[in-house]
């Protein structure tokens, strides 16, 4: 996780020193459709496969057999999802917020990051839910992020203004490498070419189309400030606000990777009917990873314009004040806890989805009534901020009203884990 943070936060660093504005608020408006739409092509595989592949038994053959129709599945839907992104039935909406149409191998790079990330994301899940946790880390983040930071910095020396092309053409080979290496160890646990994806499909079809509800929600309340600020305020508002949201999201490094490493054994608690016992041990995980976002806070905010000034110059003098915003929405989000991890691992998906779906609407509204009608990237920014800490609040709401547990960072600890101590740890 660390690396990924580390990776992402340099690539955009020198992505920031080494293009303009308008190229960088346009990697960055594509950067997020990439994600959005390998999110939703996933149709939630990534966040049933830890829970359903080690609820089967990720060494034994139903659990094999199932993670092979999971990573078949979604192959297949990276595939279509790149096809149509690049039609003309996608295309509309990848370039609206742009400065300029996308040219042919723009558009060729952009189908293949969106086939690899689909693909990859959720082989890093299917990894993790096999204990192999490494492997987890080469196929997500860790090492994509510093593979395209390292392809850009050469850019940058072989050009002193690096375009857009060689930009999202850098993005796609390296996620490519990425899935290339996570399949060649999949491939061996999971073999995705014998089983039958269309029987996957039917069973998230039947058992967790709230999940793939969910995954779209979720996109909607992560990205979508972006793309309507890029598409209606000027490339001097749109760079600053896409570089806050990614100086931003460094501060959730801590709960994911606490949330990321958790929910195997959550999962295992779960069918051994154990989850009692062992959530009250997170709670300290929580406060640390609290501690750590709060401090990072402080640190952003008093550090981001300076830095973006000295990267990116003058255009990205109202950086702050959109960091200092979002950056409250993300510490709400990390006291909350890790509600999510605990609605996925117990199964309760639809909970799950009524929380996520219902918070969608209301930020997705009001993000678009700030922007088309109001004209105020900082309403827009404000509304983000607001639905990011809500939809945690909501979900940490859920978990204590089906499950009676906690995991925010206020549940109260009355003495330290003990591992003969059945009691709760929190009252």
Request: glycine share 8%; hydrophobic share 55%.
């Amino acid at each position: 996780m660390a690396a990924s943070a580390l990776g992402t936060l340099g690539a955009t660093a020198v992505m920031v020193a080494v293009s303009s504005a308008g190229v960088y608020s346009d990697v960055a408006i594509v950067t997020l459709v990439v994600l959005l739409t390998s999110m939703v092509a996933q149709l939630g595989a990534d966040r049933v496969a830890v829970a359903e592949v080690h609820g089967a038994g990720a060494g034994a053959h139903s659990g094999r057999q199932r993670g092979a129709e999971l990573l078949g599945l979604v192959s297949l839907n990276g595939v279509v999802a790149a096809a149509l992104l690049i039609s003309p039935i996608g295309l509309p909406l990848l370039e609206t917020p742009l400065t300029s149409p996308l040219s042919l191998v723009e558009k060729l790079a952009v189908a293949a990051w969106v086939c690899s990330d689909t693909i990859r994301l959720v082989a890093a899940e299917l990894h993790r839910a096999n204990y192999r946790f490494g492997w987890a880390l080469v196929s997500g983040m860790g090492v994509r992020a510093p593979l395209f930071l390292g392809a850009i910095s050469v850019l940058g020396v072989v050009k002193h203004d690096v375009d857009r092309t060689s930009l999202l053409v850098a993005a796609a080979i390296a996620s490519a490498v990425v899935l290339l290496v996570s399949m060649s160890r999949a491939s061996l646990d999971f073999p995705w070419w014998v089983a039958r994806p269309l029987r996957a499909l039917k069973r998230l079809w039947r058992g967790h189309l709230s999940m793939v509800l969910t995954t779209c929600a979720a996109a909607l309340i992560g990205g979508a400030d972006v793309w309507i600020i890029g598409a209606t305020a000027e490339g001097a508002v749109a760079a600053p606000y896409a570089l806050a949201v990614t100086v931003v999201s460094g501060l959730t490094i801590a709960t994911t990777a606490i949330t990321g490493g958790v929910l195997p054994y959550l999962a295992q608690a779960v069918s051994k009917g154990e989850l009692s016992e062992i959530t009250p041990r997170l709670v300290p995980f929580v406060r640390i990873a609290c501690l750590l976002v709060v401090v990072g806070y402080v640190v952003i905010v008093s550090l981001s314009r300076p830095a973006a000034i000295l990267l990116g110059g003058e255009a990205y003098t109202d950086i702050t004040i959109f960091v200092a915003v979002l950056g409250a929405g993300q510490i709400v989000n990390v006291a909350a806890g890790i509600a999510g991890a605990v609605l996925i691992a117990t199964r309760r998906y639809t909970a799950l989805m009524r929380a996520t779906t219902s918070v969608s609407l209301l930020v997705v509204v009001g993000e678009a009534v700030s922007g088309f009608v109001f004209d105020s990237p900082l309403m827009v920014c404000a509304v983000s901020a607001t639905g990011t800490g809500l939809l945690s609040v909501v979900c940490a709401a859920t978990v204590r009203r089906v499950s009676g547990i906690r995991t925010d960072a206020f549940a109260r600890v009355t003495r330290l884990p003990s591992v003969d101590d059945e009691q709760p740890l929190y009252t």
